[in-house]
């Protein structure tokens, strides 16, 4: 094997472990059905397709063209590398501030329960717009986003998109929920108040 095989075939074998990480994130910003995740890949395929083209060019090259045509796949590798560094960290930005937006929301939702519960205490079951199995729920419902949003923190692909989806359903429930408690305390104070 000449130096110029060498040298193509461990060209070759750094390219098929880019486009594996390539296909990796490309998968996974499928999986996140957002025009944003996808967005991430611009560019990238072209890139990965210009390395390809520049490693034909080198196997074809003659002696004399070699040191030309190998400068062309060095520099056509370095930026897919690069633009596939860039889209790596692009999707864990998204998928982070993905999940800094939902750990906000319950933040908020939580600030609310532990107002409800302080009006509950203070003017006690009866007297409270919130039952106790309202608030238990709630409580429980709150519980139950945390430990959804931990493990979306740790997972990745298939189980990231399942994560996400459970996650999504809690918190559609939990929302429909203090809605309906809201609507039920104002349609309560609406009653009591004179007219």
């Known amino acids: 094997m000449t130096e110029q095989d060498a040298y193509i075939q461990k060209m070759e074998a750094e390219q098929r472990e880019a486009t594996a990480r390539f296909r990796e994130i490309e998968a996974q910003a499928d999986l996140a059905d957002s ?38 796949a060095e520099k056509a590798r370095g930026r897919f590398r690069e633009h596939l560094d860039r889209a790596g960290t692009r999707w864990e930005e998204l998928r982070e501030g993905y999940r800094r937006q939902r750990e906000a929301e319950l933040k908020e939702l939580g600030a609310q329960m532990d107002g409800w519960i302080a009006a509950h205490e203070r003017t006690r079951a009866e007297d409270s717009l919130l039952t106790r199995e309202e608030l238990d729920f709630i409580t429980r419902g709150l519980k139950t986003a945390g430990a959804l949003l931990d493990n979306l923190r740790h997972a990745h692909g298939h189980a990231w998109k399942t994560a996400r989806d459970q996650y999504e359903a809690n918190w559609r429930e939990l929302q429909e929920r203090s809605r309906r408690i809201r609507a039920e305390g104002a349609q309560e104070e609406a009653g009591a108040s004179p007219s």
Do not use: I, Y
């Open 35 to 72: 025009e944003d995740s996808l967005d991430v890949l611009t560019g990238v395929r072209g890139f990965n397709d210009d390395v390809n083209r520049e490693l034909q060019a080198l196997r074809r090259a003659d002696q004399k063209d070699w040191e030309r045509v190998k400068d062309g």
